[in-house]
C-alpha cells in the first residue's frame, strides 16, 4: 500500500490513457472483426464513447494546466506591481545628510514568485527561463530583506553616529550595490513576462515600468 501511495499522478495519468488506447484498440478489432451489419453498430460506439473519453481527458488536463498558469501569472504580475511601488517609494529614498536618522525599510514580497515556483504551473516545456529567472529572483529578495533586517538591526540596538547612518545609506544606494541589482533583477523579470507572456488576458495590463526612484538614485 505503501508503494502504491508513492506512485505519482504522471503515473496514474498514463496507466488511465493506456488503458483508454487499448480500449480503444480493442473496439476497432471488434469493429474489423464483426460479421453482419447490425453488429457493428455496438464497436463502433464503443469507439466512439472512448474516443471521447481520451479527448475530454485531454482537454480537461490542458484547461486545468492553463487556468494555472493563467493564476499564477497575474498573482506575479500583482506581485511585480507592488515591488516596483516600494523599490520606487520614499522607504528607500536617500537619508537627508544633514539630519539623518534610523528607519524601518519597506520589505520586498515574494509569496505569488514562492506558489509559481511549488505550483507547477510551468513545469511544462517551454518556461525554463522563467524558472530559472523566478528562482534568481526568489533568492534575491530574500537575501535583500535579510540585509535590510542586519541594517536595523545595527542601527536600532544602539545609537550610532550619523556618520555610520549615512555610511550604511550610501552603501545600499551606491552604483552597482545590493538595491540597484534587486531594481535590475525586477526589470528583466518585468520584461521576460511581458515579452513570453504579455499575450496572456490581463497580464501586460497589470505590469507597470519601474519608475525613477524616489532618491533619483
Known amino acids: 500500500m505503501e508503494r502504491f501511495r508513492r506512485l505519482s499522478r504522471p503515473f496514474f495519468a498514463a496507466t488511465t ?3 483508454l488506447l487499448l480500449a480503444l484498440a480493442l473496439s476497432v478489432w471488434w469493429l474489423l472483426t464483426s460479421r453482419g451489419p447490425g453488429s457493428r453498430f455496438e464497436p463502433a460506439t464503443t469507439g466512439l464513447a472512448l474516443v471521447a473519453a481520451i479527448t475530454g481527458v485531454y482537454a480537461e488536463r490542458r484547461a486545468a494546466a492553463r487556468e494555472r498558469r493563467a493564476q499564477a501569472l497575474y498573482a506575479l504580475a500583482d506581485e511585480l506591481v507592488k515591488n516596483t511601488e516600494l523599490l520606487t517609494g ?3 529614498a536617500r537619508l537627508d545628510p544633514y539630519a539623518p536618522k534610523a528607519r524601518v525599510y519597506p520589505r520586498l514580497v515574494q509569496s505569488a514568485t514562492d506558489a509559481a515556483l511549488v505550483s507547477g504551473a510551468f513545469s511544462a516545456p517551454g518556461h525554463v527561463e522563467l524558472i530559472a529567472l523566478l528562482h534568481r529572483w526568489r533568492d534575491a529578495v530574500h537575501d535583500f530583506n535579510r540585509r535590510l533586517d542586519l541594517a536595523e538591526l545595527r ?17 545600499m544606494h551606491r552604483a552597482g550595490g545590493q538595491l540597484d541589482g534587486v531594481r535590475e533583477l525586477r526589470a528583466g523579470v518585468e520584461s521576460l513576462l511581458r515579452e513570453r507572456y504579455g499575450g496572456e488576458p490581463g497580464v501586460a495590463a497589470r505590469l507597470r515600468p519601474l519608475a525613477p526612484p524616489a532618491d533619483g538614485a
Open 17 to 19: 490513457f493506456a488503458c
Open 90 to 92: 520614499e522607504g528607500f
Open 155 to 171: 542601527t536600532y540596538v544602539s545609537q550610532i553616529p550619523d556618520e555610520e547612518l549615512l555610511a550604511i545609506d550610501n552603501s
